[in-house]
């Protein structure tokens, strides 16, 4: 089996700065694809954005400039440096990583959600 495991959110005033981070551990061969989405109350999920293990990275537009995605391959480990943030960043912050366990096994894991308050 494998796990996602989030951390870093908090309460932060508009304009400031947050980091996420989304470690994998467990019975994991190879990670692809690995992402960060949030739901808003009243709101889906929405995708946030999303690291391929090339490095190839892809945003939404509501967060280009302001959010960076990144990781650490030998860490199973992706990360969401968020900057400049808006009142409208706030959510639950989910990780979401696309991976195959080592007897072969395709899974699509979502870690437990971590919550982002961005209020005055």
């Known amino acids: 089996q494998a796990q996602l495991v989030e951390s870093g959110g908090g309460l932060v005033k508009p304009g400031g700065s947050l980091r996420l981070s989304c470690a994998a551990s467990g019975s994991i061969f190879t990670i692809n694809t690995m992402g960060w989405y949030r739901q808003a109350p009243g709101k889906q999920r929405e995708p946030v954005a999303g690291?391929?293990?090339?490095?190839?990275?892809n945003y939404a537009d509501a967060v280009k400039g302001r959010l960076t995605i990144s990781r650490d391959s030998a860490k199973n480990t992706v990360y969401l440096q968020m900057n400049s943030l808006k009142p409208e960043d706030t959510a639950v912050y989910y990780c979401?990583?696309?991976?195959?366990?080592?007897?072969?096994?395709?899974?699509?894991?979502w870690g437990q959600g971590t919550q982002v308050t961005v209020s005055s």
């Open positions: 690291i391929t293990s090339g490095g190839t990275t």
């Open positions: 979401n990583a696309d991976l195959v366990g080592i007897l072969g096994k395709k899974y699509d894991l």
